[in-house]
T-cell receptor, first 109, second 117 residues
Framework: GQNIDQPTEMTATEGAIVQINCTYQTSGFNGLFWYQQHAGEAPTFLSYNVLDGLEEKGRFSSFLSRSKGYSYLLLKELQMKDSASYLC??????????WGAGTKLIIKP | GAVVSQHPSWVICKSGTSVKIECRSL??????MFWYRQFPKQSLMLMATSNEGSKATYEQGVEKDKFLINHASLTLSTLTVTSAHPEDSSFYIC?????????????FGPGTRLTVL
């Protein structure tokens, strides 16, 4: 079956760095997405990786290793507004998104 | 660009009534639209995928007669929850994509919160 695993909850301190991991097993691979979702709102796109390596976009970076079925989202200089759920999703061979359950990130002052 | 709207944002209805939710792509043509449901503290669950002009493809366990999906144009898809019951109360989110997008990216609407009394 298809499976996306990510931690349920993480806590970090304002100004610090946090890494959210995601491992996946899917039928084919057409890219991995990270989305941010604040409570009661729809997800918003953060990043897309289809090749191995690191993609940096401001305070957020995303890494992919296809051979290991592994990705991480790195958030630097954490701000209180970064408190949200972070969803890892993999697009399978049918171009369908397979979603992880999300990681709730709690930022403390 | 790539804005998706949903209407209504929230709706409260009595048990047994039907509710229609609209999803519109405002500045692009959506060849594919997706309907998700999300219960509190859970991840998104794909309900169905619809391609313009053809019947929707429903995920296993989703009743097609209860959740009617119409994707009549490249900018509009509707989800009708028929004979709604309290267990249908959830956050319904649509997303839209175009096969020509480089990332195969889906753009999400703001969601519709449905409460069935």
């Amino acid at each position: 079956g298809q499976n996306i695993d990510q931690p349920t909850e993480m806590t970090a301190t304002e100004g610090a760095i946090v890494q959210i991991n995601c491992t996946y097993q899917t039928s084919g691979f057409n890219g991995l997405f990270w989305y941010q979702q604040h409570a009661g709102e729809a997800p918003t796109f953060l990043s897309y990786n289809v090749l191995d390596g690191l993609e940096e976009k401001g305070r957020f970076s995303s890494f992919l290793s296809r051979s290991k079925g592994y990705s991480y989202l790195l958030l630097k200089e954490l701000q209180m507004k970064d408190s949200a759920s972070y969803l890892c999703a993999v697009m399978d061979s049918n171009y369908q998104l397979i979603w992880g359950a999300g990681t709730k990130l709690i930022i403390k002052p | 660009g790539a804005v998706v709207s949903q209407h209504p944002s929230w709706v409260i209805c009595k048990s047994g009534t039907s509710v229609k939710i609209e999803c519109r792509s405002l500045d692009f043509q959506a060849t594919t639209m997706f309907w998700y449901r999300q219960f509190p503290k859970q991840s998104l669950m794909l309900m169905a995928t619809s391609n313009e002009g053809s019947k929707a493809t429903y995920e296993q366990g989703v009743e097609k007669d209860k959740f009617l999906i119409n994707h009549a144009s490249l900018t509009l898809s509707t989800l009708t929850v028929t004979s709604a019951h309290p267990e249908d109360s959830s956050f319904y989110i649509c997303s839209a994509g175009n096969r020509d997008f480089s990332y195969n990216e889906q753009f999400f609407g703001p969601g519709t919160r449905l409460t069935v009394l």
